[in-house]
């Protein structure tokens, strides 16, 4: 199983911050890596597909990018309505697997 | 509008079974995989079980596999996750998901004495 190392766990940010969440796969995994946001009781929402790909509806602050192993997510001018907790998913080989989140707060 | 909507939670005694449904409409469910996914209380998100299109494969993670079992019917759009011998640590939050884009709201399962 390929495994996803997420990191930080949590974050700390001001209104207007650009923050980074990085992920290591523990193979390559050829680009496909989704990025989520998640709010408390609510289903996770794809924000990113394929490393750099925005999903429909998502805000051009965020943005991904990164190849074989090594893999980023920022969001630029962080917005309240951007408190979440953010995980990585890789989906190039079954069984999927999940980074272990990254809890972001207001600073 | 894609819609999945998830049903069949509950609270479920360890060893017992339990089989979720959902529903799914705004698209053309047959020509698409089927993916369920979990979440613990408080903890990260688990791949449970996924479904060719076709439901002529399906795959599973060691934690579940020989235990749950996914299954679609085509004709009526909508997927299942059929769950035998459930243990304490099979408390989550279920989700269907098609693509990993479109979620379901998510169905609670409590197993517990």
């Known amino acids: 199983d390929i495994q996803m190392t997420q990191s930080p766990p949590s974050l700390s940010a001001s209104l207007g911050d650009k923050v980074t969440i990085t992920c290591q796969a523990s193979?390559?995994?050829?680009?496909?890596i989704a990025w989520y946001q998640q709010k408390p009781g609510k289903a996770p929402r794809q924000l990113i597909r394929?490393?750099?790909t925005l999903v429909s509806g998502t805000p051009s602050r965020f943005s991904g990018s990164g190849s074989g192993r090594d893999y980023s997510f920022s969001i630029s001018n962080v917005e309240s309505e951007d408190i979440a907790s953010y995980y990585c998913?890789?989906?190039?080989?079954?069984?999927?697997?999940f980074g272990g989140g990254t809890k972001l707060e207001l600073k | 509008e894609v819609q999945l909507v998830e049903s069949g939670g509950g609270l479920v005694q360890p060893g017992r079974s339990l089989k979720l449904s959902c529903v799914a409409s705004?698209?053309?469910?047959?020509?698409?995989?089927m993916t369920w996914i979990r979440q613990a209380p408080g903890k990260g998100l688990e791949w449970v079980a996924s479904?060719?299109?076709?439901?002529?494969?399906?795959y599973y993670p060691d934690s579940v596999k020989g235990r749950f079992t996914i299954s679609r019917d085509n004709a009526k759009s909508t997927l299942y996750l059929q769950m035998n011998s459930l243990r304490s640590e099979d408390t989550a939050t279920y989700y269907c998901?098609?693509?990993?884009?479109?979620w379901g709201q998510g169905v609670m399962v409590t197993v517990s004495s």
């Open positions: 998901t098609r693509d990993g884009n479109y």
């Open positions: 705004g698209f053309t469910f047959n020509n698409y995989w």
């Open positions: 479904i060719t299109n076709t439901g002529g494969s399906t």
């Open positions: 193979q390559n995994i050829n680009k496909y």
């Open positions: 394929y490393t750099s």
């Open positions: 998913l890789q989906y190039d080989n079954l069984p999927w697997t």
